[in-house]
């Protein structure tokens, strides 16, 4: 008798061999998928991913009880510094609001969506932070900041920001932005945050 004979498929070369080949083709398969249905949720206007023109509105972060998570709500209108922009408009700033925090490398120290360095806060939700106090006053300080962050009461406690030179257009632009990601359904992240009191 071969010694072949004896061997239990379960223990055989060849069937483990298939197995990897069709494991592999499915898995691909289901990679695929995923990434299809992700390019989906994540497209600028979509219902994750609010259209740039959010910016002309008031953003607020409520409780969502029947996802047990907390969720931007885009509401009244609100413009962002006193001006309603156009879709083109908004989505020219918002993204030169991007490219400036590229440029002056914010994601060296700072977080957004949970990516980036850990020595500074996760700006998604830093639009609504109530450390900025008021709705009010919230864009002439956040523009204040950004522009030179050293003699600021918000840099004075723990690790200080430093001055980035950063133009009065370039931190328009920022706040632009950071108020475009606060309309972003994070799926509840950053957990636990109290956004700023939206009726003062």
Not at 47 to 65: F, G, L, T
Not at 125 to 132: E, N, S, T
Request: one cysteine or more; glycine letters at 6%; hydrophobic letters at 40%.
């Amino acid at each position: 008798m071969a010694a072949n004979d004896n061997e239990l498929w379960w223990a055989s070369e060849t069937f483990w061999k298939k197995t990897t080949i069709w494991t592999t083709a499915v898995m691909f398969l289901v990679l695929v998928g995923l990434t299809l249905d992700t390019m989906s949720q994540i497209q600028v206007g979509g219902k994750r991913v609010p259209a740039y023109s959010a910016i002309n509105h008031r953003i607020d972060y409520k409780m969502d009880e029947s996802r047990h998570a907390q969720v931007p709500v885009i509401g009244i209108e609100e413009p962002l510094f006193g001006k309603k922009l156009t879709e083109q408009e908004a989505e020219a700033l918002v993204d030169h609001g991007k490219l400036t925090m590229h440029a002056k490398n914010c994601m060296d120290c700072h977080t957004i969506l949970g990516n980036g360095a850990y020595y500074a806060p996760d700006l998604t939700k830093a639009w609504l932070d109530p450390y900025w106090g008021s709705r009010g006053v919230r864009e002439e300080l956040m523009v204040a900041f950004i522009k030179d962050p050293t003699d600021k009461i918000h840099n004075s406690l723990g690790r200080r920001m430093p001055n980035l030179g950063v133009t009065d257009t370039e931190a328009h632009a920022v706040v632009a932005y950071l108020k475009w990601m606060s309309t972003i359904d994070t799926n509840g992240f950053p957990n636990n945050f109290k956004p700023i009191d939206q009726e003062n």
